[in-house]
């Protein structure tokens, strides 16, 4: 081994670390990392490639914690045709195309390469079953706490924010607003991870943007004090396009 090969793998394991710093050594522990997030109208860009390489990392690491961990890895990919932030989703400049069939080439040979597979997320489809799950709000009845009807916004009832929008009722549907979709993806995720009943624990990595922070903390928050358990935990990572020092936010229902 080289001295570069040997302080680039040093590197590497010191930017993963704290990704995975809350996943035990002593027992099974059901793991997925979610990176590589584009948009169909950009296509895969840096951040997609570097935070899917991250992710491949991270899935290695936390396969070398314990030999009985198991790992997935998922894309999410926007083809809503929508630009979201933290609450609204706003529709693309004019001319912006929305592909319908996916090129994931590069994506699929670093996994190629990983010897991994992974599997594609569409917020179209979470979008679908975020509306699914409010429908009963559209057609007037009551909302249990911690979300409550104000008008035609369903607002949840943040401990963490003042106020998180999670849908608007237009025309007698339910329009899901961001944070909403988010911990639709998370409910989707640990539902897979329910699979491996030899694993105690299970952890969602869910690597995003910078810019991205408060609608994924948002839908955190809601999939945990919702739907979450006791043993499920999601890290949040936050990174810029190259993903090379990325911040680490562990979370669990103990933390709202």
């Given amino acids: 081994m080289t001295p570069l090969t040997m302080t680039t793998t040093t ?111 569409r917020e179209r489809t979470l979008r679908n079953r975020a509306a699914r799950s409010m429908k009963h709000a559209a057609r007037g009845a009551a909302l249990e706490p911690p979300y409550a009807r104000e008008g035609d916004e369903i607002v949840f009832r943040s401990r963490g924010y003042a106020r998180v929008l999670a849908g608007v009722v237009v025309d007698g549907h339910v329009v899901p607003r961001c944070p909403l979709i988010v911990a639709e993806y998370f409910a989707r995720y640990f539902a897979r991870l329910r699979a491996f009943r030899d694993c ?39 990174a810029d396009a190259g993903c090379a020092d990325p911040i680490a936010l562990p979370y669990t229902a103990y933390d709202f």
């Fill in 11 to 121: 590197e590497g394991a010191a930017r993963v670390a704290p990704l995975l710093e809350t996943v035990p050594r002593t027992a099974r522990s059901a793991v997925l990392v979610a990176g590589g997030y584009f948009d169909t109208a950009a296509g895969i860009g840096a951040f997609s490639r570097n935070s899917f390489d991250l992710g491949l990392a991270t899935g290695a690491a936390a396969k070398r914690l314990h030999r009985g961990n198991k790992v997935l890895y998922d894309v999410i990919v926007n083809d809503l045709g929508m630009s979201c932030s933290a609450d609204a989703c706003t529709v693309p400049a004019p001319g912006a195309a929305v592909a319908g069939a996916l090129d994931l080439s590069p994506l699929d040979e670093a996994a190629a390469a990983a010897g991994i597979t992974f599997s594609v997320t």
């Fill in 200 to 238: 105690p624990r299970r952890y969602v990595v869910d690597i995003n943007s910078l810019a991205d922070r408060d609608k994924v903390t948002k839908g955190a928050e809601i999939y945990l004090r919702t739907l979450g358990t006791p043993d499920e935990e999601i890290v949040l990572v936050f």
